[in-house]
């Protein structure tokens, strides 16, 4: 049974637009939500997280949003940059989930010149 | 230079065959676990450690086997029992393994059983 939800597999945007990637997750104990980058061969790295004690983040271009009632995160992108195409993984824990994390399925964003 | 060494990259076994993935990590982190990640499919969690000569299983340990003799090291032996062993493993560690530490990744070892 997934637990956190990436439901769309792929994303096109132009160089300089936003990029809006989503994730929703079924369980109302996680409390800990990030978002990870990965290139094809590479292991993911780490790019923002959010506590559900906050409703938004900010890192540079980087903005997460979670929405607890709608249990729904997104991870905007401002603006996008070639180098930003990946795949992106949002990951989500909670103290009553053993600390493990539970990983999307990911979203492959391409940025287009 | 700190980081998370996983060896090697690339790794072909032939069926029946067990087989030991290395981790190993400059970092001083206490927690450290072993992700599967197949096509389509988020990263699933086969063991984690949070400290020396302690593991626990995640949702997927079955056909698994790990050790944790050194702080620095989590090796990971896919056994001839696991029914379909062929995928990327992706080695993690974190400062002390609670839910709201950050897990830092290495390259990952892609596995491939003939």
């Known amino acids: 049974d997934q637990q956190v939800k990436q439901n769309s597999p792929s994303l096109s945007v132009q160089e300089g637009r936003i990029s809006i990637l989503n994730c929703d997750y079924t369980?109302?104990?996680?409390?800990?939500f990030l978002w990870y980058k990965k290139y094809p061969a590479e292991g993911p790295t780490f790019l923002i997280s959010?506590?559900?004690?906050?409703d938004k983040n900010e890192d540079g271009r980087f903005t997460v949003f979670l929405n607890k009632s709608a249990k729904h995160l997104s991870l905007h992108i401002v603006p996008s940059q070639p180098g930003d195409s990946a795949v992106y993984f949002c990951?989500?824990?909670?103290?009553?989930?053993?600390?493990?994390?539970?990983f999307g399925t990911g979203t492959s964003l391409t940025v287009i010149p | 230079d700190g980081g998370i060494t996983q060896s090697p990259k690339y790794l072909f076994r032939k069926e029946g065959q067990n087989v030991t993935l290395s981790c190993e990590q400059n970092?001083?982190?206490?927690?450290m676990y072993w992700y599967r990640q197949d096509p389509g499919q988020g990263l699933r969690l086969i063991y984690y450690?949070?400290?020396?000569?302690?593991?626990q299983k995640g949702d997927i340990a079955e056909g698994y086997s790990v050790s944790r003799e050194k702080k620095e090291s989590f090796p990971l032996t896919v056994t001839s029992a696991q029914k379909n062993p062929t995928a990327f493993y992706l080695c993690?560690?974190?400062?002390?393994?609670?839910?709201?530490?950050?897990?830092?990744f290495g390259p990952g070892t892609r596995l491939t059983v003939l």
């Open positions: 993690a560690s974190s400062i002390a393994g609670a839910d709201t530490d950050t897990q830092y």
């Open positions: 369980n109302s104990m996680f409390d800990y």
């Open positions: 959010i506590s559900s004690i906050k």
């Open positions: 990951a989500a824990s909670g103290m009553t989930t053993g600390n493990q994390f539970y």
């Open positions: 970092l001083n982190h206490d927690a």
């Open positions: 450690s949070q400290i020396v000569n302690d593991f």
